[in-house]
């Protein structure tokens, strides 16, 4: 196989390392984006809750 045989294989285990990668950030950023809104209809219902307790 020689050393272009070898640079091939480590160039696609970099690329696939980087992949991995990439869609960890992806995940990550959307469960941050998605924790804002879940953050925040747990504080309606507690606003709901705390208003019907007082009526």
């Known amino acids: 196989m020689g050393l272009l045989g070898t640079l091939k294989k480590k160039n696609n285990k970099a690329q696939a390392l980087l992949e991995y ?9 959307a469960v941050v984006a998605m924790s804002t809104y879940a953050f925040r209809a747990v504080q309606a219902t ?10």
């Open 21 to 29: 990668a990439v869609i960890v950030a992806v995940v990550s950023a």
């Open 46 to 55: 507690q606003q709901m809750i705390q208003e019907e307790a007082r009526n």
